[in-house]
Structure formats: C-alpha cells, structure tokens
C-alpha cells in the first residue's frame, strides 16, 4: 500500500491519501534459488530475521574403523548462510500465514506426515 500525505493550508491538518497497488514482482536481480536445509530465527526490536543457509556432512575417506574416528572428532558442522532477511512483526505474521497454509497443502498432497515423521519423497 502505497501512502502519501496532501501538504494544506498552515491551518488544516494533512490529508492521509491511501491507495492499494498491485504489486509486480521482478526477481531478476537474485540469484538462483538455493536449497537450504538450515534456518536461525532471531527476534530483535525491529522485527524478525531469518537465515537461511547450507550444512553439509564432512567427506569421510578410509574404512568403516578410520570414517568412525573422523565422525568422533567433529565437534561442529558449519552452515553456510547463503540469505537473510527481516520481517516486521506484521509481515512475519503474514508470513506464517502462508506457512501455514503451504504446510496444509503439502499434508493434503502426501508430501508431508501430518505428525511431524519422516519428510515423504
């Protein structure tokens, strides 16, 4: 939505004009899209930032006994953030909205265990 204030005489207040436009998305500038099998979510004063981003397991080489002792020595995986964004309370609550109804959507396909199993491929 689209606001613009009318300037009047010194006497009146201003007019608040409001209009809704449509709007016309262009995604030209971004990249291609990116799986992403990460998300923080933070709360701040401004709103809500998701990130979005990529961890992958480590490549583990030798036998079953030395692949073993790799996995044992990981303390930590990195994920490689790769989009973030803020959300006003208002559009996050949009947003989940959507979420929400994408979440039926893949329920009513099969896609998704309505009890939170195991992700149908």
Known sequence: MSQAETP??????P???????DIVWDDSAIPSPQ??????VQL?????I???GL?????????????QAAVDALHEVT????SKVILSPARFQEFMVAMAKTT???IENGVLDPTGGEVQQ
């Not at 009047?8 to 207040?13: C, E, F, K, T």
């Open 44 to 48: 701040t004063p401004d709103g809500v």
């Open 55 to 67: 961890a992958t397991p480590p490549l583990l080489v030798g036998n079953a006994k030395q692949q």
């Open 35 to 40: 799986m992403a099998n990460m998300v923080a």
């Open 15 to 21: 007019l608040l004009i409001q209009k809704e436009l």
């Open 8 to 13: 009047g005489s010194a006497a009146d207040s």
């Open 104 to 106: 039926a959507a893949l």
């Open 50 to 52: 998701l990130t979005f």
């Open 79 to 82: 994920a490689h953030a790769h």
